[in-house]
């Protein structure tokens, strides 16, 4: 008889299974299975036992680390096929020695079921003997199998070795560990670098500060590249704007901004739009910001403002105005995008607004909630006063989580995508994504791209089907925006928005100031009109004593007064204001007072300010001396004056003092036709007749 020595560790094999002893106790062993299941057996038993066998290799080494609790349901639905079907033949064997046929039921007996061996009339200790000869195995372990079964279903009769959750960090030191996402976190505003190099560098500095120089060292470059792999979601290599996105996530459970009617939450950001416009009066291109107001019940863009880059709070505040005023329809557009097609009652609506007579379909909503950013324009007195005067309640993002706005910011996405990829003079989202002739491709001009988005909106976004936008009931039927408007005013009821025709006037900026002889003083410019003659050295029926002016800083050669005695608005003009200036914006002051400041003069003196408004603007005639920054401002400042001019027109014309400029005609193109006038000597012209009524 041969001798058998066991010891705590070893490996045997028992049962067709390798074991690891586990612990001795006199006459019992505790057993561990290479699939993690433990028992304990007589020592008689197990020596006697024909199965057992001593000096086993152990199993192969594995990153078996894994002490949580994981679904083996959700294990085996992620199992490679043969491993499933194993399982399954395995219980089908057990069903045929228990039941005498393999799926278990008599009623589902296939051909030649069942076999003389299984017979049902046949004792269950003779079928389970037969079942564990057929298989190879003992008639004890095949019981065993059967149980596993009977606890766990098939997920017990699933080889373990093939299961196992192998963690690739287990040999990694937990302080290398907690070293690799500190300092990830704290390069997350940093530049990229490549992983194998600064990033390894820093990491090691960073543990021997903590622990002591070499007290706790990296494992080699490939190892490290791949357990920075393994830890974090966007590697240091990764550009700066994803690494800084990532960062800027809650560190909590997102949360859902939820609308049920429309106006209840409405979303206002500013972007860049990624295309270039092109200024023909200098031939050069320009970077636009768009602005828009998405309704989050049903996804519409209510309103929008493409803007030279620099958004101002009066454009904000015009924008809410934009919302609550129907979009009107083009001349080139089609009748099929005009308001009544929204599948409303309209005419009822009619006789509650007149003007969606000739206004395309895009909603008219009346907001409740402004969602924003902490953007300058979005927190500025325009802002607040036009919420407060509509009743909007107002209520800011967190700062840096662009994730508390998620509609708006996917909004953007839509638009590259749908509008701005295709426009000639599109730059991409990025460096990386711009091409070399981004520039010589601009061709449309801020106006122009202004209408290409106008009929972008009413003519595909506001129809095309929406993913995020479903019927009660049927969530895979999906509705357009207008559709989702439509529904919505069934349960929500439609309210009448303000209409008032001052309202460009009461969104301006105001200063107080008093009415001199000379006129008022506002950004130390002088602006005078006939109106202020009759309140000169008048105390201002207000309860500080001073006059409320109103200016718009997007063009300054004009300022407003609101007459009391008519409540008629009347245009101030600046006094030094000559034919040859060009609207001009607070920003273009500031450059031009900068200009007398390098000379020595004081920036109140009027006729310095003017001299230098002058010579700056008349850079645009000598296309040699043009830097970057003169065009640019040259392009801006004539653009917004241009939008000033329209929302001005937008309400009631105010009352002009002031003489119109005579504005000589361009020759045109049928003159040229006849011959060059250049060369001609007035001189040798003879003189026309002069007709006398009086002659006789």
């Known amino acids: 008889m041969s001798s058998h020595r066991l010891a705590v560790t070893d490996w045997i094999e028992f049962e067709e299974e390798r074991h690891q002893v586990a612990g001795l106790n006199g006459a019992v062993v505790r057993l561990r299975s290479e699939n993690g299941r433990t028992q304990t057996v007589m020592l008689s038993v197990l020596l006697a036992d024909t199965t057992f066998r001593t000096a086993v290799e152990p199993p192969p080494a594995t990153a078996v680390d894994f002490d949580g609790v994981l679904d083996p349901a959700g294990i085996l639905a992620g199992l490679d096929d043969a491993v499933k079907d194993a399982a399954l033949k395995l219980e089908a064997h057990l069903l045929e020695a228990m039941t005498g046929h393999r799926s278990g039921d008599p009623l589902s007996a296939a051909p030649g079921e069942p076999r003389h061996q299984y017979d049902p009339a046949t004792p269950q200790h003779i079928r389970f003997k037969a079942k564990a000869e057929e298989l190879g195995i003992t008639e004890r372990w095949l019981w065993k199998l059967w149980a596993q079964r009977a606890e766990h279903g098939l997920w017990g009769l699933v080889d373990k070795r093939k299961t196992r959750v192998r963690n690739p960090l287990r040999n990694l030191d937990p302080r290398v560990i907690q070293a690799i996402r500190d300092q990830a976190a704290a390069e997350r505003a940093d530049s990229s670098a490549t992983v194998g190099n600064r990033f390894y560098r820093r990491t090691q500095n960073r543990l021997d500060a903590e622990h002591g120089p070499g007290t706790v060292p990296l494992p080699k470059r490939d190892a490290f590249r791949g357990a920075v792999g393994h830890l974090l979601d966007i590697s240091p290599s990764a550009p700066a704007f994803q690494r800084a996105s990532a960062a800027n996530q809650p560190d909590r459970t997102f949360g859902n901004v939820i609308a049920t009617r429309p106006g209840e939450v409405v979303m206002l950001d500013t972007t860049p739009l990624d295309v270039l416009a092109y200024d023909p009066g200098t031939e050069t291109t320009i970077r636009v910001e768009l602005t828009v107001a998405l309704d989050v019940a049903t996804r519409s863009i209510l309103a929008w403002r493409l803007t030279p880059e620099g958004t101002k709070a009066i454009d904000i505040g015009l924008l809410l105005a934009d919302v609550m005023t129907p979009e009107m329809m083009r001349p080139a557009w089609k009748d099929a995008l005009r308001y009544q097609m929204l599948r409303l009652p309209y005419d009822r609506l009619l006789t509650v607004d007149e003007r969606l007579a000739e206004a395309a379909a895009r909603p008219v909503i009346y907001p409740e909630t402004l969602l924003y950013d902490h953007g300058k324009p979005y927190k500025s007195d325009v802002v607040q006063r036009a919420s407060a005067r509509w009743k909007i309640d107002l209520q800011d993002a967190c700062k840096l989580k662009p994730t508390d706005k998620p509609h708006v910011e996917r909004l953007f996405k839509t638009v590259r995508e749908q509008f701005t990829e295709h426009v000639a003079g599109y730059k991409g989202f990025n460096v990386a994504h711009r091409g070399r002739t981004a520039e010589e491709q601009a061709r449309w001009t801020i106006d122009e791209l202004a209408e290409f988005f106008a009929e972008y909106v009413i003519a595909v976004y506001q129809r095309r089907h929406h993913r995020g936008l479903t019927l009660h009931g049927f969530p895979e039927l999906r509705v357009s925006p207008n559709e989702a408007y439509s529904m919505a005013l069934g349960s929500a009821g439609y309210v009448d928005c303000p209409r008032e025709a001052n ?74 204001a000559l034919a040859e200036h060009q609207p001009f914006t607070d920003i273009t002051l500031r450059e031009a007072k900068r200009l007398i400041t390098l000379r020595g003069h004081a920036s109140e003196d009027q006729e310095a300010v003017a001299q230098a408004l002058a010579e700056l603007q008349n850079r645009t005639d000598a296309p040699e001396t043009w830097a970057p920054g003169s065009r640019k401002r040259l392009t801006r400042d004539q653009h917004r004056g241009a939008a000033q001019n329209r929302d001005m027109q937008r309400g009631e014309a105010p009352v002009n003092n002031h003489l119109p400029l005579t504005v000589l005609p361009a020759p045109s193109e049928e003159s040229e036709e006849h011959g060059d006038w250049s060369g001609l000597d007035l001189s040798e012209v003879t003189a026309a007749e002069v007709w006398d009524p009086d002659a006789v």
């Open 503 to 576: 309202v460009y006037f009461e969104l301006l900026p105001i200063a107080r100031r008093v009415i001199h002889p000379y006129g008022i003083e506002l950004n130390h410019l002088t602006y005078n009109a006939d109106i202020l003659y009759r309140y000169r050295k008048a105390k201002a029926p207000y309860p500080d004593g001073l006059w409320p002016i109103r200016h718009d800083p997007r063009n300054l050669l004009h300022a407003y007064f609101l007459d009391p005695a008519d409540g008629s608005w009347n245009v101030l003009r600046w006094t030094h």
